[in-house]
């Protein structure tokens, strides 16, 4: 009968409404941490399809304590099983040196950087003796800056054990990923040595 | 000539690939801050093609000390002029009640989270007396979160005044975007009062 | 040969001309009772295709003698053994009081209703001591009008007892298909209780 | 800004979804009246979209007490003005005499056909002297129903003077709409006399 | 490797284009008889492909000694197994009487058509005492017309006694095939007698 | 209103389908005359829609009696302003000498052709001392006889003087129409002499 | 894992980029010879797609020491198996007488060419004895250039015996293939011989 | 008239079928020298269609004595008025060093080089004292040999002076052209300096 399908649909679209309510993952049991770059393809360069992965985005895809909180959240709570971290080359992270972000940033602010709050709805999170351009987290070198957040997220406490975690520099020149030191560009311009 | 014609695709090409580089903002010039849910189709919804916006996207599209660095990051220095946040429906920061969040991640640090590094790249951020609940950041009503988020960026140092600032809530169980407050759904089902 | 191909084309075409003289029954053997609301995409949200279902569709998908009479006819001579119901949100059954209703028809008909012709082809029809409200038929609630329609129909007379019939609300918000109380919208909003 | 066509697509969805309470019209403001056949493709036969008018079907597409009701109130109060009836060939309405009819019915009643609620939800609801045939309203000629159908329509109090009606016949064996009594099928296979 | 490939495309390419110096048949042994009139898609019609059937048309579709001539030619030499007449409504054979036809081409003429050479390069081809009005063939009734030259066709000597001749009348007011003398359209306006 | 878009519709149908009764010629006013022959698409080589054009096929695209009777009948009576022949290589007509078609029908008459009738329907159709060989127009050489069939009808008593004739060779062998004697394929194999 | 999937495709993208370094071979393992020619498809009418096969392409698809340079890297270093000729109909090198030719050249060169450097990256590159008419390679059969091409390349030194050379000319004026000789459009315009 | 639109496009096939003995150029007046590797998409990359552009392909896209005779031809004799360089990365020519080829040729010629016919249909052919390496032309740098085949092809006495010649690099690991010297890839990886 009719009915049988379009209650199976019914149900169906609960699942998906009520998804979180239901205790129920992502299809891909995958939490992506990338970029915020507005060339990055993210779902179509690692072949996803919606509600296949939650993707956490920010300004040079580091590991930051959002990170972990919400990558915390995701594996604890919702069944994540693993972690892909994409980088990409031209990140806005390497175009300027710390003393110009620090300056510009100062200018924003109209003075000093110390009495700024850093997050304005946990105004007690502080960042002790740190300095700012720690904070802001510019990349010298987008393949070593790869490798480094995924080390990050594999040895985080909050993090369970089983948990993989890979990582992909995206590079926007080619629209293809590369595994992080593997820059295979450079390798094909000269004669192959003896 | 063909190679005027190819001269100006290679030129495009460069402008792509280092846009970061040549000061190119994006093409709306535009911030979009999320949730990280698997379900939000962040670019469908909000018509936006590859290149058009940066979007940032954590646990409940919540503003954290995150969001603030990507944000001014990208306003100061990218000629962003305009952030969209975008909260949904059955967000998993509404799953549970605060305690079993806490009890959660303790099981998982095998203990107090007291000494968990919030931060494994900034040891030095430490969120002070605030409880380890508050940076969590679970959610009591989504349409109020989604007003509260866009009043953090509004009134930010470190953000430019002159920024546009908006919200909605997307509704999973239907795919459309509300502004917050207004659930047409909630509003259909019974007789106009006189 | 090819005529073999070219007589069966015959044949098939003059099943579908002639499909209700020969006693071929539709292809899913169901009437649909729906509103007649020009948001409603019947066949589409039913999957139904061109011969699967009879639809009947009148102000406010309600049981009339109308329905009635069409149920009987189809599921005594046409062999149909299914009818589904489907209301939708924001139905113009809502959209006003009973008093506003009952006044505009009223001021179309230039006087009082009660010498109003109600059936132009069958004068003797009567609705007796009953109000015009009543006849019109407006709604309160769109999922308990839709469980009563299923009701109505499940129990009359004419309608063979083995009949399945079923409901859903269509909404026009979502452009889903619900079970009559199960309101989703309503339930991902805020926090989950413990 | 983005926000401003966002802005655009979240009104236009309002509008879609309270158009009833808004007051907004079908975008043709019609009604159209059309058998319930399985076979009848009601608004690709119109070349209607979905949102360009409302749909009463019922068996025989027939005007009764119902298509009175649905067209007073959306005549009335929708801005409805202009109703379209679509009759069709070989419809379950020719296909069995009045005694038949009767007789089956009977047979599903257990009995005379006296005492049997006509409407469910309006038992006041009466046709007096009438025959079951009457009520049944089985057809002689579809092109002549259609006509009358197109009357009864026009001549009614509770619908406007202003509101246009017009009759069609779809022919099922050709997929083709005619005008009532202008048969082009049974026009062309003889020799023109001279 | 490629040049096996290739010599394939190659081979079968000049099967195609000496296909009848090879003694290669149509793909579907297939000769069809149909009318001239441009409203007529025969290889739709009948669900024929390019290289399927040979196709011969004439005004009216009708069996002359031309579609002898071919038809002899194509079954004795070239493996035809089957023949299908195509003949239609509104046919322009049944669009004037015998006397406007014959005026007509004694106008064209220039007098009588006495003197008239029938066939330009076969002078000697006469119709001896047969009129003219019996050479142009106008036609009474289209599905009789269609019989008898099925008809003529199966008695022929110089046809072989196994070919199959099958006819059918196209309505080009509907886009369909019938079996001669089955007017469904006829069939379906009025109430099935009892 | 809608009403006007549908009555413009079935008013083009029944032009449509009474198209020859009411007087109206094909879209272009063209006759057609080609081979029938299974490899010739005729409609798509002359770039043609349905209804452009009546298509005249016979064996061997000849001009015979049939042939001079339908283009009388189109060009007199049904506005036909343009003829087109159409020739193609490979023809069955230059695929055997006259000796063997004249015995293969022999053979399949049983005896002598003398007494067979050539026209079942106009018996009285004769073609006097002609022989069987010269009925049946076996062809030399395809490009001179697209050329004389050209003149057999440009210089025909029954055609119009006005009406336009021309020819066209369609290649098998590359899907491509010629004129008659511009064999284009012939010239580019060997070295421009100088 | 995703990563897995992933991993897959990243390697997959080092192969393609990285070929020749690693030593992949094309996919067909084909060399093909043809003409530069702006209307050949060569691709395209050989079947293949992008990493089948490596295609030298001169003027007139000749075989000159460049050819037996780049086809002895490719069948001796590359696992090349196979190697397929492509000339073509109405040949530049077919166009002009060679008197014509020198002399045109000569005017550019503005006196004789005994003195033109014939190779400028390769100097010592001398023809001897040779005119440079025989240097230009001028064609006066294009079915015989193309079999001589094939026997060049079968055999030459350089090129291992195991690899298959085949031939083909490519007819621009149908855009079909054909083997060296067999010129089926010349054939199919006459009648058969017996 | 029909036949005029028939006689354009018999035209135009003539036109393309005898286009160099018509003297019609290419339609962008184009030669390109390309490598003929399998991976290079060449009309893809530099947006050309059938009919724009001759083009000469050879290993490793090197400007030979075979180049100079093709473009000499083209220039002076065909119109060409441009010339456009593709070489590629990962070259074959690139992966080996000078004594594996010249040794992996001796071992197919089995034994020295000095006595193999350089172009076996010009015995006369001579490289005189330069080596078999040279002749093979190996690559050191990809960027460095495009720009050097441009200056031999700008230079050469039997290209006309006006024509215009550009070089491309194709990066096989990214699908893109880029300018000689102008590695992107290179660039954005690291950190931007001061």
């Known amino acids: 009968a009719v009915h049988e399908r379009v209650d199976a649909a ?3 679209r609960d699942d998906w409404a009520r998804r979180r309510r239901k205790g129920i993952p992502t299809d891909e049991r995958l939490l992506v941490v990338a970029c915020m770059d507005e060339r990055i393809p993210v779902e179509a360069a690692l072949g996803l399809e919606l509600g296949d992965a939650q993707v956490y985005r920010n300004a040079g895809g580091k590991v ?4 972990i909180r919400s990558a915390a959240l995701t594996t604890n709570f919702f069944e994540t099983e693993e972690i892909i971290v994409v980088n990409h080359t031209d ?3 390497m175009s300027a040196p710390d003393d110009a972000v620090v300056e510009g940033l100062e200018a924003q602010a109209g003075g000093s950087l110390d009495d700024v709050e850093l997050d304005p709805s946990l105004p007690e ?3 002790g003796d740190a300095s700012i351009a720690e904070w802001v987290r510019m990349t010298d070198d987008i393949d070593e800056a790869c490798a480094a957040q ?3 997220l594999e040895d985080h406490e909050l993090i369970p054990d089983d948990v993989t975690v890979t990582g992909y520099v ?6 293809e990923l590369r595994r992080p030191g593997e820059r295979v560009a450079a390798q094909v311009n000269e004669r192959v040595e003896e």
């Open 170 to 175: 995206y590079e926007v020149e080619s629209g």
């Open 150 to 152: 995924v080390a990050y």
């Open 91 to 93: 990140c806005g992270m």
């Open 125 to 127: 999170l502080d960042i």
């Open 64 to 67: 930051t304590d959002d990170v």
């Open 10 to 12: 019914v149900e169906e």
